[in-house]
């Protein structure tokens, strides 16, 4: 529930133009929320994610959170903490819960 406030918090904010300000434990649990549903079998489903077996690592920062997804074509495995992955994606904990909301977007560099 404390997510989905979330969200609309941030969409208020955004619209008046206000920088939103996310604690960061929040944050580290929205991402796991978040990318936990992206573990979901989607084998039952008319779902084609398209992936090869790739994996991608996705930490804060600072260390607070740290997942690793494995992008197969009709399911995403799903795990908490490190291990060799082929890209990387590292930003602050609340950089990391606004994209994967759709929210904000990511320096690529």
């Known amino acids: 529930m404390a997510q989905e406030l979330f969200v609309h918090r941030i969409d ?3 619209a008046a133009g206000i920088p939103p300000l996310i604690n960061e434990e929040l944050a580290v649990d929205g991402v ?3 990318l936990g549903w992206l573990g979901y079998d989607w084998e039952d489903e008319d779902v084609e994610i398209g992936g090869h077996g790739e994996t991608i690592s996705i930490q804060t920062e600072d260390g607070a959170g740290c997942w690793l997804l494995t992008v197969h074509p009709r399911k995403v495995d799903f795990s908490r ?3 060799h992955a082929a890209a990387t994606v590292v930003a602050t904990a609340d950089e990391l819960l606004l994209w994967c909301w759709g929210r904000g977007e990511l320096d690529p560099s």
């Open 12 to 14: 208020a904010e955004q």
């Open 32 to 34: 796991d929320e978040v």
């Open 81 to 83: 903490g490190r291990g």
